[in-house]
């Protein structure tokens, strides 16, 4: 399967798009890094799903392959799991925070993953945003050090979905996720 050919990235904005980023959902954070309950329609529907933006990359057949969602609405996911968040940030800082990195496992060599960032990078820098934060999971450090992120707390989650809370700050980011 040629997996970069025709891939589209943008900002979801379809009733069907919704559908498949709620099953993406389910596959990710239930089947894969199980931290929700198994359910028989297997979708998961976010409990910040209203206030989340989704940065999708669809294939050439419309099927969605991976998935980024950003939010600036506090509070965020990592207010309920850490006490004095902003403490442990660095001050005076436009903060938004990204959640639920999803790429189908077919397609994680490749674009896919560097497409949904550098939107994602274009869309924070156009809404003022010079740092996020994240809960990246334990399995992906070396990734997310990569991309620049700092751990700035001890991990939070449960021993089978751990995750670490990290920041990125626009000065840290990579280059090609600035222009």
């Known amino acids: 399967m040629d997996t970069n050919k025709q891939l589209t990235f943008k900002i979801a904005d379809d009733p069907e798009e919704f559908e498949q980023i709620h099953r993406m959902n389910y596959a990710t ?7 929700h309950p198994k359910n028989s329609e297997q979708v998961l529907v976010d409990k910040f799903h209203g206030d989340s933006i989704y940065v999708i990359c669809l294939n050439e057949i419309k099927e969605l392959v991976g998935m980024i969602c950003i939010r600036d609405k506090r509070p965020f996911s990592l207010d309920s799991k850490i006490n004095n968040l902003d403490d442990l940030l660095p001050p005076n800082r436009q903060v938004c925070e990204i959640r639920l990195l999803s790429v189908k496992k077919e397609y994680r060599i490749g674009r896919v993953f560097y497409g949904l960032i550098r939107l994602l990078g274009h869309y924070c820098l156009s809404r003022g945003f010079n740092m996020a934060i994240i809960s990246g999971t334990t399995r992906q450090l070396k990734l997310y050090g990569h991309l620049g992120f700092k751990v700035f707390a ?5 021993p089978d979905a751990l995750y670490y809370p990290m920041y990125l700050t626009v000065e840290d980011a990579l280059p090609e996720f600035r222009s």
């Open 154 to 158: 001890n991990p939070v989650g449960t």
């Open 29 to 35: 954070f239930v089947d894969e890094i199980p931290q």
